[in-house]
């Protein structure tokens, strides 16, 4: 079974940082590798949006609302999100996407189990 594990989240003051992590892991044991992965994030009452996004070569995007303050980086098999100058509207779950390769599955696409975000003003 290959799934992702996310961890990190937690209750912050605002202007505070966090650091997601999503970890891709087999029960096998066998060697995982996360390719393309991305950040989601939905907060009450609200839509699931994309917060951030790395390719497989590397290449980086954000959305407006966390540039400058958000860094999406890789080191196999773990996607990270360091989030810093954190505000109440960044309050939300935290879920990873993630085409993960196994050489047994070959790639698949993965959601994580989310992490709740909680900022303090």
């Known amino acids: 079974q290959v799934q992702l594990v996310e961890s990190g989240g937690g209750l912050v003051q605002a202007g505070g940082s966090l650091t997601l992590a999503c970890a891709a892991s087999?029960?096998?044991?066998?060697?995982?590798?996360?390719?393309?992965a991305a950040w989601y994030r939905q907060a009450p009452g609200k839509q699931r949006e994309l917060v951030a996004t790395i390719t497989r070569s590397g290449s980086t995007d954000y959305t407006d609302f966390v540039k400058g303050r958000f860094t999406i980086s890789r080191r196999n098999p773990t996607v990270y999100l360091q989030m810093n100058n954190l505000k109440s509207e960044d309050i939300a779950v935290y879920y990873c996407?993630?085409?993960?390769?196994?050489?047994?599955?070959?790639?698949?696409?993965?959601w994580g189990q989310g992490t709740q975000v909680t900022v303090s003003s």
């Open positions: 996407n993630a085409d993960v390769w196994t050489p047994i599955t070959g790639t698949i696409n993965l």
């Open positions: 087999v029960t096998s044991g066998s060697i995982t590798r996360i390719d393309r």
